[in-house]
């Protein structure tokens, strides 16, 4: 039996998505015995120093830790971010894909104002923003930057003086999309905000990463956030350990696993739009959502031609008339599976505006990855 740590904190929802892929690896491919502090319930790199265990999985953070796991006399797999090359064999999420991810999602809101809150000299808050930036493509020219230190970093992380951050926000101009590259720093950006008296989502929209669904939900407004895909994370990361301690090669290369999708909540409920002609447009869909209408049955009520509705929407929310509409109908179907336990499917599907609920199913399943009926079932 492999005597294997996890030199994790614990406590970090994303991060025991990790230990339950690295568990789950486990049970399904040969017998470890996990060590963990009996009291503590989590390791650091440091208490693993003069340990004789068979490998380690854990968080490389700083210059220390990988000077420790350096002189280690046994394989570690790394998933930790925060520096850009340590040599030592890693698993991790594509930072890269999380800031272009919340960028198309904000691009689609009609914000023209964006900004970044991020960390120095942690590199994957740098490859969040740099993903940022890259797919906000021609309005990366109104994105404004603020960065801190990592408390990872400072001797005394309550001692944070937030007068600057403070500042900033409030000479930020309105409307705008703000991302941070985790829930706690899109909490402290809200908790700011409400200090200050600035509305979150209407003058300042947040949007986080990872998905901690205790942090995000219990922020007020609840948050956005880009999910990780915690589980295969850790599963891969456990399946690399294991080639290791069997005395296999390291990949050259970090194994990078995509991140999931948005989970939008209140923080960015809200679409920013100049344009008093189509926000009459927008308000008409949102209202009638429960009606069955077409695009050109659309341009008619509003004495529009149908090539002035697709740019509008395109410079505006930079997506499709109909993209926009399904996506607004979807929407609706998730509200009322979680709000309304007793509707039967075929009635969801009318209230949503769905011609039938093949229809609906054939949608519902494409854009959000199961049926109506088993979303319903995850919410138990």
Not at 44 to 71: F, H, P, Q, Y
Not at 374 to 380: D, Q
């Given at each position: ?337 979680k709000e309304e336990e007793t509707h039967k499917i075929s009635g969801i599907a009318s209230m949503s505006g769905f011609s039938n609920t093949h229809q609906m199913n054939v949608a519902f399943k494409k854009n959000v990855g199961c049926s109506p009926r ?7």
């Open positions: 039996m492999k005597q294997v740590a996890l030199a994790f904190p614990m406590g970090v929802e994303h991060l025991e998505e990790v230990m339950f892929g690295i568990r789950s690896y486990a049970m399904e491919h040969g017998k470890w015995m996990f060590v963990t502090s009996p009291d503590t319930h989590s390791l650091t790199v440091g208490d693993l120093e003069g340990w004789s265990g068979d490998g380690a999985i854990g968080l490389i953070n700083n210059l220390n830790d990988l000077k420790l796991v350096r002189g280690f006399n046994m394989p570690f797999v790394n998933n930790s971010g925060a520096i850009c090359d340590t040599g030592v064999p890693r698993v991790r999420v594509d930072y890269r894909s999380i800031g272009v991810k919340a960028a198309e999602f904000l691009l689609r809101k009609g914000y023209q104002n964006y900004a970044y809150y991020g960390l120095k000299n942690i590199w994957y808050s740098d490859e969040i923003g740099k993903g940022y930036e890259q797919a906000l493509g021609s309005n990366a020219e109104s994105l404004s930057h603020f960065y801190v230190k990592s408390t990872l970093a400072v001797k005394r992380p309550l001692a944070f003086d937030s007068s600057k951050l403070e500042a900033w926000l409030l000479a930020l101009p309105k409307p705008v999309a703000i991302m941070t590259p985790h829930d706690p720093r899109g909490v402290e950006i809200i908790q700011t905000c409400y200090r200050l008296g600035i509305n979150v989502p209407q003058d300042i929209a947040v949007m986080s990463a990872n998905d901690d669904i205790k942090t995000c939900t219990q922020a007020e407004p609840k948050m956005s956030s880009i999910a990780r895909n915690g589980k295969v994370i850790g599963y891969e990361a456990a399946k690399l350990l294991d080639k290791l301690m069997q005395g296999k090669a390291a990949p050259g290369n970090d194994i990078v696993i995509n991140p999931l999708e948005v989970v939008e909540r209140e923080s960015t409920n809200n679409l920013a739009l100049h344009n008093e002609d189509f926000k009459e447009v927008i308000n008409y869909i949102q209202v009638n959502m429960s009606e069955s209408f077409t695009i050109d049955e659309l341009c008619y009520e509003f004495k529009r031609t149908r090539r002035w509705l697709e740019y509008s929407f395109k410079e505006n929310l930079h997506q499709s008339p109909y993209v926009f509409i399904l996506g607004q109908r979807i929407k609706r179907v998730q509200q009322l599976l088993e979303y319903r079932a995850s919410l138990s």
